[in-house]
């Protein structure tokens, strides 16, 4: 039995692996990522070894083996679809796109400076807006057309926002209208890299049924894991 972990800035992730995942738990970091690592091996009590990843792997002291996230994310990948050929990782506060092959990894870009195409750009709009994340989803998917939203910063976002609400343009299609420029930020940062389906889309990002429809309008081939956020946990689990 080996306890995966995934030490996000957001989000801490567990899984307990043997073969299939048997528990997992997702607890709040909140800039306490020791306190969030005990807390997840307390709660997943019961196996012989720790592999950790993600932002803070570095702090699970007691871990038999310490790997990246892009190891981590290719060979989770594999757990829910061997065909995949990219991982799209949307995160809180970073994103990652990453070529794999037979669950290796053979080129990756990552976005960790800006928060536009993360997670955090979706929340901190969705604020502004005064929805929670769940009716900022809900609302993408009534959607007909998305509207543009060129800026990237998130100040210059809502003001360009604010001016398609003053110009009477429906919420629904401004709110899938930031959906979609995440998306448009992550072909902006594969570039080179080029996305080739099928797509795996996880992270925290995937739990948006907005950004899921939106990724679709350009990649019909995509593939979301029910278990979308414990994808680097499940990969550690899996390198022992």
Same mark, same amino acid.
């Given at each position: 039995?080996?306890l995966g972990i995934d030490v996000?800035?957001?989000?801490?992730?567990?899984?307990?692996?043997?073969?299939? $995942? +048997?528990?997992?738990?997702? %607890?709040?970091?909140? /800039?306490?990522?020791?306190?969030?690592?005990?807390?997840?091996?307390?709660?997943?009590? #019961? /196996?012989?070894?720790i592999i950790a990843t993600g932002?803070?792997?570095? %702090?699970?002291?007691?871990?038999?083996? +310490?790997?990246?996230?892009?190891?981590?994310?290719?060979? *989770?990948?594999? /757990?829910?679809? !061997?065909?995949?050929?990219?991982? &799209? @990782? &949307?995160?809180?506060? @970073?994103?990652?796109?990453?070529?794999?092959?037979n669950g290796r990894v053979v080129?990756?870009?990552?976005? @960790?400076?800006?928060?536009?195409?993360? *997670?955090?750009?979706?929340?901190?709009?969705?604020?502004?807006?005064?929805?929670?994340?769940?009716?900022?989803?809900?609302?993408?998917?009534?959607?007909?057309?998305?509207?543009?939203? @060129?800026?990237?910063? =998130?100040?210059?976002?809502?003001?360009?926002?604010?001016?398609?609400?003053?110009?009477?343009?429906? +919420?629904?299609?401004?709110?899938?209208? =930031?959906?979609?420029?995440? &998306?448009?930020?992550?072909?902006?940062?594969?570039? !080179?890299? #080029?996305?080739?389906?099928?797509?795996?889309?996880?992270? *925290?990002?995937?739990?948006? !049924?907005?950004? $899921?429809?939106? %990724?679709?309008?350009? /990649?019909?081939?995509?593939? $979301? !894991?029910?278990?979308?956020?414990?994808? #680097?946990? +499940?990969?550690?689990?899996?390198?022992?």
């Amino acid at each position: 039995m080996v306890l995966g972990i995934d030490v996000g800035s957001i989000y801490t992730k567990g899984v307990l692996f043997e073969g299939k $995942v +048997i528990k997992k738990i997702v %607890l709040r970091t909140a /800039y306490k990522p020791k306190e969030a690592i005990e807390a997840v091996k307390n709660a997943l009590s #019961g /196996y012989e070894k720790i592999i950790a990843t993600g932002y803070g792997r570095e %702090l699970v002291a007691d871990a038999y083996k +310490i790997v990246t996230e892009i190891s981590a994310f290719a060979r *989770g990948a594999t /757990y829910f679809n !061997p065909e995949v050929k990219t991982v &799209i @990782d &949307i995160g809180g506060q @970073d994103s990652k796109i990453i070529k794999i092959k037979n669950g290796r990894v053979v080129k990756f870009v990552m976005n @960790d400076r800006c928060a536009a195409g993360t *997670g955090n750009f979706i929340e901190k709009i969705a604020h502004a807006l005064n929805l929670s994340l769940e009716e900022f989803g809900a609302m993408a998917l009534k959607s007909e057309k998305p509207e543009t939203i @060129d800026s990237l910063c =998130v100040v210059m976002a809502e003001t360009e926002i604010l001016s398609l609400i003053q110009e009477g343009k429906k +919420i629904e299609d401004i709110i899938f209208g =930031v959906c979609d420029s995440v &998306i448009r930020r992550i072909n902006g940062i594969a570039g !080179p890299l #080029g996305i080739e389906e099928p797509v795996l889309f996880c992270g *925290g990002g995937a739990l948006n !049924p907005g950004l $899921v429809r939106a %990724l679709r309008r350009y /990649y019909p081939e995509i593939f $979301v !894991p029910e278990e979308s956020q414990f994808v #680097g946990a +499940i990969g550690a689990a899996m390198m022992e």
